[in-house]
């Protein structure tokens, strides 16, 4: 595994302060109704993304996820601008602002979105890993799902051809306790969801994804072992949300001594005690971060602000088309 030096500790602390005060910023411009339909944060569980990235190679390895997906792509390299005008609905955003909040897609940055139906990234993550095992390409999917997802018959039936096929594939479930109102212990006969993985052979195991450091070290084996052609591996990383479901979620499921007592183990705080505490930098070298987050928050709020909304006609773009059509000149 890549060393976790002093570097890697200042760019997970503004890399995860710059996730959680974007998200912030959405949440503020989607009460004014800036931002419509759902929204689905990532509060809480920025420690999953931010050791998975260290693991990765960013120059070929893939990743997908179902809908609570605004920072993973800007972690892989996207435009965080673009990102927030997707949202806005704006024309400059990252599917010229067809897609919206569940549905973050760069081709180009291997982030493959961004999927509203729960479970229905699973195949498609197996399919990109068994399309890179079939070209004969050095790449590894990262395919990420929610704790809802698991009892899904497309995770086993992904899991079963994962492993007949050996596929370069790391499955992610981030499980944060809850289906939308939903807890794990609610619809699970063993709580322990990484023992899923045990039924199809497939190595497994729990990891406390408050913590990049653990999750980097997991992930860096398991990505090591799809690279180097050892097939899946399922990690159940133990997280929590902060916020709720999506927007419209009064909490009734839980108390705010529960939310509070994992507020203790944020990882934004953990990475931050470290660098206090091995003094990697000055008060005022934190100070200057913090900024730097303020101001790109502001400067991707402007540019989606300002941004357009799509023309009409656009609705016609990215769908099928038949060029003969002949009773709707939608191009004109
Ligand atoms: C197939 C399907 N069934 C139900 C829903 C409604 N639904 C949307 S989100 C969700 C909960 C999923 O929870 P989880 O997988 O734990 O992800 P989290 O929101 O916690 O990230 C449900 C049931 C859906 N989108 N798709
Ligand atoms: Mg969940």
């Given at each position: 595994?890549?060393?976790?030096?002093?570097?890697?500790?200042?760019?997970?602390?503004?890399?995860m302060?710059?996730?959680?005060?974007?998200?912030?910023?959405?949440?503020?411009?989607?009460?004014?109704?800036?931002?419509?339909?759902?929204?689905?944060?990532?509060?809480?569980q920025e420690a999953v993304l931010a050791g998975?990235?260290?693991?990765?190679?960013?120059?070929?390895?893939?990743?997908?996820?179902?809908?609570?997906?605004?920072?993973?792509?800007?972690?892989?390299?996207?435009?965080?601008?673009?990102?927030?005008?997707?949202?806005?609905?704006?024309?400059?955003?990252?599917?010229?602002?067809?897609?919206?909040?569940?549905?973050?897609?760069?081709?180009?940055?291997?982030?493959?979105?961004?999927?509203?139906?729960?479970?229905?990234?699973?195949?498609?993550?197996?399919?990109?890993?068994?399309?890179?095992?079939?070209?004969?390409?050095?790449?590894?999917?990262?395919?990420?799902?929610?704790?809802?997802?698991?009892?899904?018959?497309?995770?086993?039936?992904?899991?079963?051809?994962?492993?007949?096929?050996?596929?370069?594939?790391?499955?992610?479930?981030?499980?944060?306790?809850?289906?939308?109102?939903?807890?794990?212990?609610?619809?699970?006969?063993?709580?322990?969801?990484?023992?899923?993985?045990?039924?199809?052979?497939?190595?497994?195991?729990?990891?406390?994804g408050m913590d990049p450091?653990?999750v980097?070290?997991?992930?860096?084996?398991?990505?090591?072992?799809?690279?180097?052609?050892?097939?899946?591996?399922?990690?159940?990383?133990?997280t929590?949300?902060?916020?709720?479901?999506?927007?419209?979620?009064?909490?009734?499921?839980?108390?705010?001594?529960?939310?509070?007592?994992?507020?203790?183990?944020?990882p934004?705080?953990q990475v931050?005690?470290?660098?206090?505490?091995?003094?990697?930098?000055?008060?005022?070298?934190?100070?200057?971060?913090?900024?730097?987050?303020?101001?790109?928050?502001?400067?991707?709020?402007?540019?989606?602000?300002?941004?357009?909304?799509?023309?009409?006609?656009?609705?016609?773009?990215?769908?099928?088309?038949?060029?003969?059509?002949?009773?709707?000149?939608?191009?004109?």
């Amino acid at each position: 595994m890549k060393k976790i030096s002093k570097e890697v500790y200042l760019k997970w602390y503004e890399d995860m302060l710059f996730w959680r005060k974007f998200e912030d910023k959405l949440a503020a411009v989607y009460i004014q109704q800036k931002v419509r339909g759902f929204l689905h944060l990532y509060n809480g569980q920025e420690a999953v993304l931010a050791g998975a990235l260290h693991a990765m190679d960013l120059s070929k390895d893939r990743m997908i996820t179902a809908y609570r997906n605004h920072v993973q792509p800007i972690g892989m390299g996207v435009d965080p601008r673009k990102v927030m005008a997707e949202l806005y609905g704006k024309v400059t955003g990252t599917s010229k602002g067809m897609g919206g909040s569940m549905h973050i897609f760069s081709k180009e940055h291997r982030f493959y979105g961004g999927h509203g139906i729960v479970g229905g990234q699973i195949p498609l993550g197996a399919g990109l890993a068994f399309a890179d095992k079939y070209f004969k390409r050095d790449a590894v999917t990262l395919c990420y799902m929610g704790d809802g997802a698991v009892r899904q018959g497309s995770l086993h039936e992904s899991f079963n051809l994962a492993m007949l096929w050996n596929l370069p594939v790391v499955f992610v479930c981030e499980n944060n306790g809850y289906a939308m109102g939903t807890s794990v212990a609610r619809t699970s006969h063993s709580t322990e969801i990484w023992k899923l993985g045990l039924g199809y052979e497939m190595p497994c195991g729990p990891v406390d994804g408050m913590d990049p450091v653990t999750v980097a070290e997991e992930m860096s084996k398991a990505i090591e072992r799809a690279r180097s052609g050892g097939g899946p591996t399922f990690l159940e990383m133990k997280t929590y949300r902060y916020r709720g479901h999506s927007m419209s979620d009064a909490q009734h499921y839980r108390t705010k001594e529960e939310v509070e007592e994992y507020k203790k183990i944020d990882p934004i705080t953990q990475v931050l005690d470290v660098i206090k505490e091995k003094k990697y930098a000055t008060e005022d070298e934190i100070k200057e971060i913090d900024n730097r987050v303020k101001n790109l928050v502001k400067e991707c709020e402007k540019f989606a602000e300002e941004s357009e909304y799509p023309p009409a006609n656009q609705l016609y773009d990215m769908v099928y088309e038949q060029e003969d059509y002949p009773f709707i000149d939608h191009k004109s």
